[in-house]
């Protein structure tokens, strides 16, 4: 149980393009998910919180507007990255919190997505 | 501040090895929640564990072991009998209860050889 989907694996793509990233809950709701970036043998970097129905939360420094971000229902978030430019390669990753698991606010696990590694040319 | 440090870089073992990961954490709140992931190199995170505050007590699972000492405010992972499959790199990683996200440490590269 608990398995996020995230499509696709890998993208390579010119510059100028936009690029969607697809997180998908599959066997649970998730009323909320994250999206991470890692750059390679670093740590993850919460870029936002996405809530289902409600505009995502976005952490310091990451710019909403190149960043795109929908929640539109309890089992799919996407991300969408306008416009990518080369510094925006990186390997991208969600996770989705299953709200039924565990007891008390935060204690559930987040799951995560295998990751989209996105290569901008 | 919240903060998590995974001290060691990189470990290198050979298969059949005991190894322990070191997790420490800093926080203010006094309920919070622990948890552990692991990275192989397809890229995935794989949830391994979770543990509460207020749970102290040490957890054994297979291979696998973690232990909580609030007192120096540590969560070590031990991996008994390690194996090549356990190569990864794995994040120790903090929640509050607010704000709502997971604070990761800079992770361990394990690498077990054969």
């Known amino acids: 149980g608990a398995v996020v989907s995230q499509h696709p694996s890998r993208v390579i793509c010119k510059s100028g393009t936009s690029v969607k990233i697809e997180c998908r809950s599959l066997d649970f709701q998730a009323t909320t998910m994250f999206w991470y970036r890692q750059f390679p043998k670093q740590s993850l970097m919460l870029m936002a919180t996405?809530?289902?129905?409600?505009?995502?939360?976005?952490e310091q420094g990451v710019e909403k507007d190149k960043f795109l971000i929908n929640h539109a229902s309890l089992t799919l978030s996407t991300l969408t990255v306008t416009s990518a430019h080369p510094e925006d390669s990186s390997f991208y990753i969600c996770?989705?919190?299953?709200?039924?698991?565990?007891?008390?606010?935060?204690?559930?696990?987040?799951?995560f997505g295998d990751g989209t590694r996105l290569s901008i040319l | 501040a919240q903060k998590v440090t995974q001290a060691q870089t990189e470990i290198s073992v050979v298969e059949k090895e005991d190894v322990t990961l070191d997790c420490v954490y800093e926080?203010?709140?006094?309920?919070?929640?622990l948890f552990w992931y692991k990275q192989p190199p397809s890229g995935e995170l794989v949830f391994l564990i979770r543990r509460n505050s207020f749970d102290e007590q040490n957890e054994i699972s297979g291979r696998y072991s973690w232990n909580f000492q609030k007192s120096t405010s540590s969560f070590n992972f031990t991996i008994t009998a390690s194996q090549v499959v356990d190569s990864a790199v794995y994040f120790c990683?903090?929640?509050?209860?607010?704000?709502?996200?997971?604070?990761f440490g800079t992770g361990t590269r394990l690498q077990v050889f054969p």
């Open positions: 926080t203010r709140d006094t309920t919070y929640y």
């Open positions: 990683a903090l929640k509050n209860p607010l704000p709502d996200k997971l604070i």
């Open positions: 996405s809530n289902e129905g409600s505009k995502a939360t976005y």
């Open positions: 996770s989705a919190r299953d709200m039924k698991q565990g007891a008390g606010f935060g204690n559930q696990p987040q799951h």
